[in-house]
């Protein structure tokens, strides 16, 4: 049984380029959140994807965005890349029952870096 | 909104000695606790959990922690560490009500032979 499943690993983009990254839940799991993780801090959360809509934002301007497929797997965007945006980019999946926050599984994430 | 701090950015320790990483948190409502565990390269792995009942919670590999209410705190600790715990640790939280994991900055524990 596949856990978290992101791509790509690593990414090196240039300022005011675009990227997406993609994440794969674990096997039964239908709902999707992305966090941010800059280097020698704690992550932050971006947004939370459930039935295919953004339900909860974190504190994260609108060049970030989302979206999240009928097989809930889920997308993270962000335009206008600037040097502050390189960071570790965590996805979380869990099966929706409650909050949700019974069994939060991490990927390993992808590490974008900005030149 | 909830916040968390961990009192210590980094803890050294010997092999087979007791650590313990130190987490408090603020919230104005019920809450949920998170220890995570995060190796180099890799993602989040959740250590143990506090949601309600017992206030001593039992983890994996050995980690327990202790949820003290009127301390705000939840503080991690283990018995006797290994040379594979070292590693990022990281507590979080959440409103009961909310989706969202509130993180630390993190706690590297290093241990050394």
């Known amino acids: 049984d596949a856990g978290v499943t992101q791509s790509p690993t690593h990414l090196i983009k240039t300022r005011g380029q675009q990227v997406t990254l993609r994440c794969s839940p674990k096997s039964g799991h239908d709902t999707v959140s992305w966090y941010q993780q800059a280097l020698g801090q704690g992550p932050q959360f971006i947004f939370q994807?459930?039935?295919?809509?953004?339900?909860q934002r974190g504190n994260f301007p609108d060049r970030f965005s989302g979206h999240q497929f009928p097989n809930y797997s889920s997308e993270l965007n962000v335009n206008a890349l600037l040097l502050g945006d390189s960071a570790l980019y965590l996805c979380a999946s869990s099966l929706e029952i409650g909050t949700g926050l019974y069994g939060y599984t991490f990927g390993s994430g992808t590490r974008l870096t900005v030149v | 909104a909830q916040s968390v701090t961990q009192l210590d950015s980094q803890v050294p320790v010997f092999e087979e000695a007791p650590v313990e990483l130190r987490c408090n948190y603020s919230?104005?409502?019920?809450?949920?606790l998170f220890w995570y565990v995060q190796y180099p390269n890799q993602g989040l792995q959740l250590l143990l959990k506090?949601?309600?009942?017992?206030?001593l919670v039992k983890g994996i590999n050995g980690f327990e922690a202790e949820f003290n209410k009127s301390q705000t705190s939840f503080h991690l600790r283990k018995p006797s560490v290994h040379i594979s715990d070292t590693a990022e640790y990281f507590c979080?939280?959440?409103?009961?009500?909310?989706?969202?994991?509130?993180f630390g900055a993190g706690t590297t524990v290093t241990v050394r032979a």
């Open positions: 994807y459930y039935e295919e809509e953004e339900r």
């Open positions: 979080a939280v959440s409103e009961t009500d909310d989706y969202k994991l509130s």
């Open positions: 919230s104005s409502v019920s809450v949920y």
């Open positions: 506090y949601l309600s009942g017992s206030t």
